[in-house]
């Protein structure tokens, strides 16, 4: 249930700064810990596009990537 509560608050740190690595990637995760791999595959891609190098981006990287199927991040 945590990754499901999680999600507005995303949001809305996404909404006032819609660059902001860590929410990113914690969207990334959380969308992934809910079965919603597409749209963990964006935000992931998203996170990776504005950081590449930044902690919470690679540790999501890492964790999701394996994961992820091809159609999944189309």
Do not use: I
């Amino acid at each position: 249930q945590r990754p499901r509560d999680a999600l507005p608050a995303f949001s809305e740190v996404l909404r006032r700064d819609p660059l902001q690595p860590d929410a990113l990637a914690g969207l990334a995760l959380a969308q992934h810990a809910l079965g919603r791999e597409h749209e963990a595959a964006l935000a992931l891609a998203r996170a990776e596009q504005v950081a590449p190098d930044h902690p919470r981006v690679r540790e999501a990287r890492a964790r999701l990537q394996p994961s992820l199927t091809p159609d999944a991040q189309r």
